[in-house]
């Protein structure tokens, strides 16, 4: 497979990155509450099977975070009910005074905040999880899906066709498979054009946890991103801009898979349709613009190395400040999931963050990759990471480049950062300048996609949901509170880090500190 010739991407990229001064289009547009979507699919006709009972993650998030590529003990229908429901099962009800817009909605149950251990954009979780299992996994063989709310797999078609993921992936050695898809309008009913930018990233929190989970265990999870994007949505019975599928994630499993089996015609593929609970379906010209243009590149695999043009620039030379080493995140992964939240607006600024909480915040967000099968290990890493310092410890207030290499801060502006966060912040859900620090993670966005096509894009937004996901999870597990924001003007954070040269894209802020205390807080845990 080679790259595809350059596409939209570049354009809704840009448009993405200026939306804060140019907005995207329908600029008056108001999602309808009252006909929303479902925060998942529902297959009423599907016969629905019990996954066992989710057992936690006992190793620390530190180890989860340190499994190296060499780890690759094989799955089982345990672990992998565990990683599901850690990741996308409802584990708990929460009703926490706070600074969001829906909090006056969140008492009745119809709107009740079903937490999960993976963030999603606006909390709406549009990410479709299917199996596809092949023999020997202690199911039948064939195609299910995860339903979240019973934390049960749904047989959506019976029969093994793993010989069919393994094709519309070039050839694969696995019998079993996770494919993650997206269903629009679960999303897009209240972002419209922008909903792709904020799907793409879901998907690498979804993966993020994964590699997690599969850490902690001592297993390996390594997507693929290029694929036959239209052959997996034929199997899965889905119309062609309705739902998307944004990568694969081949299992390792206790037992090998068996030879293709012989074919007859016709092929199967799934009968089972989703029941929209929407009465109104909108569609948006720039959202299927940029899906088809990346649906279209999904063939188009990179070959290896090409991602190395792309990489994140060295840090340049000048005065360092030493950080101090990170401070341990000892916390289990499942308690760390289970503690991860939003903070919305609950931030204080009289108890500062320590340099050591820095430390782990900063190393560990660094360190994150999504390690698809067009990254190599020469590559060098896509994404860089900027903190603006508000109360750290140790720390003056500013603006910093982590250097990872040296584990230090190069300094990139002098004063306090507060006006200026709070300035180019759009809601009125957080108040910055009482954070004790705002985390910046940047791609060059336009590199990546002139190395790699227009599928580019979703390795971007991947990588950025990716390094999210550990943010929020190390935050928990520092006992910090946390919150991830894309409501602000990207190009005004290009202009005070100095940006433009290097091409970098500040693609989403990461707010942590501590949270007042005394605040009324409902927790009920599921399990």
């Known amino acids: ?76 229908t345990e672990l992998l009910a565990g990683m599901l429901h850690h990741s996308y099962g409802l584990l708990g009800r929460r009703l926490g005074i706070q600074a969001n817009t829906d909090l006056g909605a969140l008492p009745s149950y119809a709107h009740a905040n079903w937490h999960r251990g993976t963030a999603s954009g606006g909390g709406l979780y549009p990410c479709s999880v299917y199996w596809a299992a092949g023999p020997g996994a202690g199911v039948t ?30 050839g694969h050695a696995a019998g079993q498979f996770l494919i993650i898809g997206v269903k629009y309008w679960q999303n897009s009913f209240k972002y419209n ?64 898979p068996a030879g293709p089996p012989p074919r007859t015609a016709p092929r199967p593929r799934v009968r089972h349709a989703d029941q929209e609970r929407s009465r109104t379906l909108l569609d948006f010209d720039t959202l299927g613009r940029i899906h088809r243009s990346t649906a279209a590149a999904a063939a188009h695999r990179p070959a290896a190395g090409a991602l190395a043009a792309a990489a994140a620039h060295p840090v340049p030379p000048g005065p360092r400040l030493p950080l101090p080493p990170a401070e341990p995140m000892d916390m289990p992964l499942s308690d760390a999931l289970r503690r991860r939240r939003s903070s919305f607006g609950r931030f204080q600024a009289d108890r500062p963050m320590t340099a050591a909480q820095l430390s782990a915040l900063l190393s560990a967000t660094a360190a994150t990759a999504v390690d698809c099968e067009a990254a190599t290990a020469q590559d060098g890493p896509l994404a860089k990471v900027y903190a603006f310092v508000n109360h750290v410890t140790g720390v003056p207030a500013g603006g910093y480049e982590y250097d990872p290499a040296g584990h230090c801060l190069r300094r990139v502006t002098e004063a306090p950062p507060g006006m200026f966060l709070q300035r180019n912040y759009f809601l009125a859900n957080y108040n910055l300048e009482q954070a004790a620090a705002v985390l910046v993670p940047t791609v060059r966005s336009h590199a990546v996609l002139d190395a790699v096509g227009d599928r580019g894009y979703n390795l971007v937004n991947a990588t950025i949901g990716a390094i999210s996901q550990t943010f929020y999870t190390a935050a928990a597990a520092l006992r910090l509170g946390g919150g991830v924001a894309l409501g602000f003007d990207n190009v005004s954070y290009v202009e005070e880090l100095g940006l433009a040269q290097t091409g970098e894209f500040p693609l989403l802020i990461m707010l942590a500190g501590h949270e007042r205390g005394g605040l009324g807080d409902y927790r009920y845990e599921l399990r």
Do not use: C
């Not at 016969?47 to 530190?62: I, K, N, Q, S, V």
């Not at 899906?145 to 992936?169: E, I, P, S, W």
């Open 1 to 76: 497979m080679t790259a595809d010739p350059t596409g939209f991407a570049h354009a809704y990229a840009s448009a993405i990155l200026r939306r804060g001064r140019e907005p995207m289009p329908p600029t008056d547009f108001a999602p309808d509450w009252s006909d929303a979507p479902r925060r998942g699919k529902y297959y009423p006709h599907a016969t629905t099977f019990p996954l066992p009972e989710p057992r936690p993650a006992g190793a620390a998030l530190d180890t989860a975070l340190a499994a190296g590529a060499d780890t690759d003990a094989p799955f089982t």
């Open 141 to 170: 063989p064939g195609v299910y899906y995860y339903a979240h709310a019973r934390h049960a797999m749904q047989r959506l078609l019976a029969g093994d066709v793993t010989d069919r993921v393994r094709a519309a992936l070039g």
């Open 193 to 256: 054009n922008f909903s792709y930018h904020a799907v793409s990233m879901d998907v690498g929190t979804v993966l993020q946890t994964w590699r997690m989970w599969a850490g902690a265990h001592g297993l390996r999870i390594r997507p693929v991103l290029w694929f036959d994007q239209a052959a997996l949505g034929d199997l899965l019975g889905l119309a062609t801009d309705d739902e998307a599928m944004f990568a694969v994630v081949p299992l390792t499993w206790t037992i090998a």
